[in-house]
T-cell receptor, first 112, second 115 residues
Framework: GAGVSQSPSNKVTEKGKDVELRCDPISGHTALYWYRQSLGQGLEFLIY????????KSGLPSDRFSAERTGGSVSTLTIQRTQQEDSAVYLCASSLSTEKLFFGSGTQLSVL | SQQGEEDPQALSIQEGENATMNCSYK?????LQWYRQNSGRGLVHLIL?????REKHSGRLRVTLDTSKKSSSLLITASRAADTASYFC???????????????FGQGTILTVHP
């Protein structure tokens, strides 16, 4: 596609449920990033994939969070046993280098 | 405090005025970038300045970088109502000139331009 696509755009879930957020990066982009943005805040780094290298998971806030990137393309961020503090906008970005990231429109996650 | 702190947190100006936003950071960097965000969703890349550069221009944007003070500023000249958005700086941190491979974002400045 022409840009980074994220789905769903909005997700409402109940506390304790698992959720999966999807990101389709720009074709050919080797790097893929997940960030989280709480209301009115900056972006919090979660995880970074670069080609076939082991991902940088240093930003994942707990072991309830995991992500994978299949075939060097689509990525899924999974949050298990969701908590209310997980409510945020989850942003995905892809790039060819760290000099310019292309962002998707994000998934607004609301945990009730 | 975090890498990439920005001030002011919010800025309100009239159309035609200039807007200046500042960003401070703590570590060595390869480059510093500015992004714009409308309506709390996806960010759009505006401009990049490398660590060996001091000033860069792009249209109505002017960015400066002072690596000795670990700070940067973004100037938007002749602002328009359409410039209303949140602006974030992002740093490509490095060690020994090697990038960590990810961008660290600041908290952002909310700019409101009144018609």
């Amino acid at each position: 596609g022409a840009g980074v696509s994220q789905s769903p755009s909005n997700k409402v879930t109940e506390k304790g449920k698992d959720v999966e957020l999807r990101c389709d990066p720009i074709s050919g982009h080797t790097a893929l990033y997940w960030y989280r943005q709480s209301l009115g805040q900056g972006l919090e780094f979660l995880i970074y994939f670069q080609g076939n290298s082991a991902p940088d998971k240093s930003g994942l806030p707990s072991d309830r969070f995991s992500a994978e990137r299949t075939g060097g393309s689509v990525s899924t961020l999974t949050i298990q046993r969701t908590q209310q503090e997980d409510s945020a906008v989850y942003l995905c970005a892809s790039s060819l280098s760290t000099e310019k990231l292309f962002f998707g429109s994000g998934t607004q996650l609301s945990v009730l | 405090s975090q890498q990439g702190e920005e001030d002011p947190q919010a800025l309100s100006i009239q159309e035609g005025e200039n807007a200046t936003m500042n960003c401070s950071y703590k570590t060595s960097i390869n480059n510093l970038q500015w992004y714009r965000q409308n309506s709390g969703r996806g960010l759009v890349h505006l401009i990049l300045i490398r660590s060996n550069e001091r000033e860069k221009h792009s249209g109505r944007l002017r960015v400066t970088l002072d690596t000795s003070k670990k700070s940067s500023s973004l100037l938007i000249t002749a602002s328009r109502a359409a410039d209303t958005a949140s602006y974030f700086c992002a740093t490509d941190e490095s060690a020994g000139g090697t990038s960590y491979g990810k961008l660290t974002f600041g908290q952002g400045t909310i700019l409101t331009v009144h018609p």
